[in-house]
């Protein structure tokens, strides 16, 4: 009996919801770690930045209206997904990581977990990084941390699932939606992972994954006025540049730092906004 | 006040019965104890009968825990606690809880019916709030589970090692979920006791758990009555005792605990005081008022008891809220459109029935809906005593029903200082349009909860809990974590 | 002591008649200036409660009923004809042929130009004819042109007009000229019912929305309406909550009874229940009927037919069952 041909799958962006190729028509090889033909990955152009962009800001006000409590059954649900669809990501993190299949299982069973904690984040955040300040006189005075808006994301390239989780969860689960640029080389499990926001009652927009060249999509990126935020994990030798492009429109940036490992808290108070509220106390 | 009334041909819309199914319940006869991740009989192998109020039926037999299934029940929880929950991580202990909370939603509707069955609460109430509730505790505390170094308390709190937790019956499930889904998050294991007259739906529970995959003796349900729970309060293998329920039992378990080197966390009685200040949105106010004291028969600690309304609106907001009692729909807890339920008990029944004689007696003007009470079961209409004072028994103590006792005052002042002149701490609420004037008198309440023109409002993210002889400790929000740990 | 009996919730008609004295612009302000506020979360938490209300068998039956004979069948297009306007009022007389039990609607509403056409098709139906009029659904037009505009619906043979407030002038505070502005258009009435829309969903607030519904039921309005229509926001049940409290407040006052009409965006038979149960248990029994209660719509008449059919033969129906106007 002859071997069974398999139906290979299309990588597409993941825009608003929904899974366009690019707007240019162009695409780019994906090679796995051993230098096999992976796939044909959609080469996004500015004009699908653009529009990623329009997609997330109207995301993100459906995404901050709901409660906290909403916000984190959503994300409880994209693990979920990730824990149902398992085997797939093992197989492409295995595949662009080069990795044995005993790590990569460990690699994404960590990220499952990884996005389990964000999903406890969403209802905490503000008791955490919130609360009553004692000032000194008749005044009621809060501070309440509030998402910054849009944050645009360069995620690592090395780290194509677990480093991709920490970039986006973070911001998305104090409020913000997210424009990523997958890793260049290793987009696969990012777009996976993204794919599973449609089935997780995420709104539209609220995480959006463009796959195309680094170098020609991230000062698109950094100098988007409409984009509050920067995330440049995975722009290594462009980060100055694009820290620079930022400073245009003061943007929020967050960049690696060594013993990261021991501020996890970091990302998540880079884009959030602190909004202190005073009122008068009496008869 | 003339009474004639211009009606329609077709008259009120007079809702036809919708019940909900019992068979959704899906009761079994009889219960055992849920004891090291099993149903196991009592060593006594006595049962004894859980009823539904609105009916006097029996719904099944729960086992009757004696003192030596107590002990088994807490070894079984150390046992736990030592070999498995304490090398449990903080992550893997999240994803059971986060696993239990699915499991609610996924049964709610079930709950739902066994709750109102049980209770005698309505339907609408287990379905919309008790079910819906219980499940957002678990899936908050799940979110903490791993996240300890971050709540305040130090870089690596502890657990404090085995709960023993008693819980009332007027929130059953949700009050299960209170004690439980904090101390597991914590790392603790637990031994609960849910009250005589409802344990049914703690023991559905208990099969969430095991479908959950919870490891065998993190969480043991032991059913009896007060001999059960005075054996669980004096057990020297519980590290921390959590109570919810009366003052009087809840000095008795202090007095026990005293010199035990136990933890204690005690959420008692209440005689919450609704402030209606003349500014209040009036019509908004009224539904305020009536959730205050009526929303679950008037059995919550912190009901709105006593309303204190400012004397220049009193005949105003009195006017309105007896037409507005008038109108609950009493009756058939398995009815979707009934208001107010059965009450609990026999006993509670009589209590309330006790002190609203003393309310007439100490010349309290009395009003009673107007509502027609099933034969069978035990119900109490909805009563409104007007011109209160505050030396009146019906100001001072807690009632535990449908029966609200209605006092004036002239100032902000005034008010507060009513509403702080009890033995109790538990809530209360402020109604004004006015928001400098709401906060000037909540920074003076002496109470642990305070409603601004809303009542009787829950979240797992809000701490709750009593001042003076309403208790100690907070359950819910980042504060309720702290009884559960050892700082 | 007994209250009144909860079987019969009727309004209590005050001993005491005691009408506002409103004699100018200052009087006015401060008459309503001076109302309670609306708390918007429990208003809202009110309403989402009343909608677990379940309705079943006999009570959901005579609810479709009675809401089809509320229904003011409606078309305000650009485009209309006669012969649309024939369709619309034969289907507000027979809305099923196939069941001469189906009650009528309680009118058809059109524009002024089609108001003589309708009334020769009704004939001598009880189906009433509203008109909209003063410059509909904008109100931008001067005072003359709006009485004008009422006079012609009148002078056709219109029953009813639903009028529009000038928003810009409530919202500029000018609450006297919105209060005259009624005033004359009920004198410009004469014997036609006057009901005045607010247009809730540009008053924003449930606060403007008390105020305006008062203001209108101090200047003389039969019926206060939530909306035109027409623009993005429109009948909400939060919103009738509000008006229905007020007209229920203003009748305890004065004993006058003041109608309520819901419009714009009821499409289905579950909503219209909804509001039939707000109306059940705040304004009570006296407005469920359509001398004080109507549906402003046009898709709905059928979804109600639909399952009116439905609880009788326990069939899901399908739509192209009945007509299409």
Redesign the interface.
């Known amino acids: 009996m002859s071997e069974r041909l398999d139906v290979k799958k299309t990588y597409k962006l993941v825009v608003n919801g929904a899974f366009p190729r690019s707007e240019s028509g162009r695409s780019y090889e994906v090679v796995s770690a051993n230098g096999r033909f992976l796939a044909n990955v959609a080469q996004a152009s500015r004009k699908d930045l653009r529009d990623a962009v329009v997609a997330a800001r109207a995301g993100q006000s459906k995404w901050w209206a709901a409660t906290a409590y909403n916000r984190g059954q959503v994300l409880y649900r994209w693990a979920e997904m990730a824990e149902s669809r398992r085997t797939e990501l093992v197989e492409q993190v295995q595949l662009c990581e080069g990795l044995k299949k005993k790590d990569a299982q460990l690699v994404v069973a960590r990220s499952i977990d990884r996005i389990v904690w964000y999903a406890g984040w969403t209802d905490k955040v503000t008791q955490v990084l919130g609360g009553a300040n004692p000032v000194a006189g008749p005044y009621f005075n809060f501070s309440l941390p509030a998402p910054s808006g849009v944050i645009g994301v360069v995620a690592p390239q090395d780290s194509s699932l677990e480093g991709f989780v920490d970039a986006v969860a973070a911001p998305i689960c104090v409020g913000n939606a997210v424009v990523a640029l997958a890793s260049e080389s290793r987009p696969t499990p990012a777009v996976i992972l993204a794919e599973m926001t449609a089935t997780s009652d995420f709104p539209g927009g609220v995480l959006n994954v463009l796959t195309g060249v680094t170098g020609e999509l991230a000062p698109h990126l950094a100098t988007h006025e409409d984009i509050d935020g920067l995330d440049l994990s995975g722009s290594d030798e462009l980060a100055d540049e694009l820290a620079r492009l930022g400073a245009g429109s003061i943007k929020r940036v967050y960049r690696p730092r060594p013993h990261d490992e021991e501020n996890p808290l970091r990302r998540l108070r880079t884009f959030v906004e602190t909004s202190t509220v005073w009122h008068t106390i009496g008869q | 006040m003339t009474e004639h009334a211009l009606t329609s041909e077709l008259g009120a819309l007079g809702y036809d019965p919708a019940p909900e199914a019992a068979s959704i319940a899906r009761l079994q006869s009889s219960y055992g104890l849920f004891l090291d991740g099993q149903f196991t009989a009592a060593t006594s192998h006595e049962q004894f009968a859980s009823i539904n109020p609105a009916t006097e039926e029996t719904l099944a037999t729960v086992a009757l825990a004696s003192a030596s299934d107590v002990d088994t029940a807490v070894a079984s929880a150390r046992r736990a606690y030592v070999k498995v929950w304490s090398k449990t991580t903080g992550a893997e202990r999240a994803k059971y809880l986060y696993r239990i909370a699915r499991l609610i939603q996924e049964r709610s509707r079930e709950l739902a019916v066994v709750e109102t069955l049980d209770n005698g609460k309505p339907i609408r109430e287990t379905r919309d709030v008790d079910i819906p509730l219980a499940a957002a505790h678990f899936f908050y505390y799940a979110g903490w589970a791993d996240k300890l170094e971050h709540a305040g308390f130090g870089a690596a709190p502890q657990p404090v090692g085995v709960a023993g937790q008693i819980i009332p019956w007027n929130f059953p499930l949700l009050m299960a979920a209170w004690k439980l889904a904090p101390a597991l998050a914590a790392g603790n294991t637990c031994v609960l006791k849910p009250a005589e007259t409802t344990p049914l739906s703690a023991l559905i529970l208990a099969e969430i758990f095991q479908q959950a995959g919870l490891p065998d003796g993190v969480v043991n349900i032991i059913t009896g009555d007060g001999t059960t729970g005075a054996a669980l309060v004096d057990h020297p293998g519980v590290d921390k005792i959590a109570f919810t329920g009366s003052t009087e039992v809840g000095r008795l378990i202090q007095e026990r605990v005293a010199g035990t080197g136990k933890r204690l966390t005690l959420e008692l009685g209440g005689k919450g005081a609704n402030i209606v200040f003349e500014d209040a949105p009036i019509d908004e106010v009224i539904e305020g008022i009536i959730d205050g004291i009526f929303f679950n028969q008037g059995h919550v600690c912190c009901a709105g008891s006593r309303l204190l309304v400012q004397e220049s609106v009193a005949d105003e907001v009195l006017r309105r809220l007896l037409r507005r009692v008038d109108q609950l729909r009493v009756g058939d807890p398995m009815d979707k459109n009934t208001d107010v339920g059965a009450i609990n008990s026999a006993a509670q029944l009589e209590r309330i029935v006790e002190l609203s004689a003393w309310g007439e007696k100490e010349g309290a003007t009395r009003y009673t809906g107007s509502c027609e009470l099933p034969e069978k079961g035990y119900w109490f209409a909805p009563t409104v005593f007007a011109d209160v004072a505050q030396s009146h028994r019906i100001a001072r103590d807690e009632i535990f029903g449908p029966v609200l006792s209605v006092l004036t005052f002239r100032t902000p002042e005034e008010a507060v200082a009513k509403a702080n002149n009890s033995k109790y701490g538990l809530a209360c609420g402020v109604w004004s349009e006015k928001g400098s004037r709401t906060l000037w008198v909540a920074q003076r309440l002496r109470a642990g909860v305070i409603w601004a023109n809303t009542y009787n409002k829950f979240d797992p993210t809000s701490p709750f809990g009593g001042v003076r002889e309403s208790g100690f400790g907070r359950e819910g929000g980042r504060h309720g974590l702290e009884a559960y740990l050892n700082v | 002591?007994?209250?009144?009996?909860?079987?019969?919730?009727?309004?209590?008609?005050?001993?005491v008649i005691s009408v506002p004295s409103i004699r100018n612009e200052d009087e006015l302000r401060r008459y309503v200036g001076a109302l309670?506020?609306?708390?918007a979360?429990?208003?809202e938490?009110?309403v989402a409660?009343l909608g677990?209300?379940?309705?079943?068998?006999?009570?959901?039956l005579?609810?479709i009923d009675?809401a089809i004979s509320m229904v003011d069948l409606t078309t305000l297009e650009g485009a209309d004809t006669r012969g649309r306007v024939s369709s619309l009022c034969t289907k507000a007389m027979y809305p099923d042929p196939h069941d001469a039990s189906v009650p009528a609607a309680a009118a058809v509403c059109v524009y002024p130009d089609l108001v003589a056409h309708a009334r020769r098709v009704l004939g001598e139906s009880p189906v009433a004819v509203a008109s909209v009029a003063t410059a509909f659904p904008s109100g931008r037009a001067s005072l003359a042109v709006k009485l004008l505009d009422v006079k012609e619906a009148v002078e056709a043979g219109a029953d009813e007009i639903d009028m529009v407030i000038d928003r810009g002038a409530f919202l500029a505070g000018r609450w006297g000229q919105v209060f005259d502005e009624i005033v004359a258009v009920k004198h410009a009435c004469g014997s036609a019912h006057l009901k005045v829309i607010l247009e809730t969903g540009e008053l924003v607030t449930y606060d403007n929305v008390k105020r305006a519904s008062w203001i209108a039921m101090l200047a003389g309005a039969d019926f206060i309406k939530t909306s035109t229509g027409k623009v993005g926001v429109n009948a909400t049940l939060p919103v009738a909550l509000v008006m229905l409290?007020a007209a229920r407040d203003f009748a305890e006052l004065t004993g006058q009874?003041v109608g309520v009409k819901v419009a714009g965006g009821i499409r289905t038979t579950k909503d219209a229940l909804k509001y039939?149960?707000v109306v059940?248990?705040t304004a009570?029994?006296?407005w469920?009927?359509p001398e004080y209660f109507r549906f402003g719509a046009s898709s709905l008449l059928n979804d109600l037919l639909m399952q009116r059919r439905k609880q009788r033969t326990g069939a899901y129906v399908r739509p192209d069952e009945f007509s299409g106007d």
């Open positions: 002591m007994r209250l009144v009996d909860a079987r019969d919730r009727g309004v209590l008609v005050p001993a309670s506020g609306v708390d979360v429990g208003v938490s009110r409660k677990t209300r379940s309705l079943k068998k006999s009570t959901k005579r609810a009675l409290e009874l039939l149960v059940n248990e009570g029994a006296t469920l009927r």
